[in-house]
């Protein structure tokens, strides 16, 4: 498994240390015994641990599908999404984007942020509207579209 690397400082993980940061989405169907206690409790841990490791990110769970947006040093992304593919709980695991570049986070303040499949689509376009990098106002309209052609059926109750 890959190593996570550990931070200290101020504010862990969140500044020049890291120029470069690495974007990781993906989707995944819940496997049957997942309900709203076991979503409570992923994002209880990724609020303890993504911190100390630099990542920040949105988790979305609706209709029985988990989509996250995740952030930070690749080193630590990547290995978070290694534990995820051995997780029991997901199933049908789909990458939808991965770019590693320089570039401000999308999701500063949020070391992990859960979003109810109703709120996704104004959370997207709040980001959207304040998005003061181009790659990021770019892939958050590539997920709003791919959202509105029902690509990513589940996370939107409308």
Sequence with gaps: ?????????????????????YNLVYCSRATPDVDEAAVQRIV???????PEYGVTGILVFGGGIFFQWLEGPRDNVTALMSRLRSDRRHDSIVLLSEVEEVRERMFPDWDMELVTSDHIRDVLQDALDSATDAQNAQALGVLLTELDAGRLRGLDTA
């Design 44 to 50: 209880a841990t990724a609020r303890r641990w993504n």
């Design 1 to 21: 498994m890959t190593e996570i690397l550990h931070l200290h400082g101020d504010e862990p993980g969140f500044g020049p240390a890291f120029p470069s940061l």
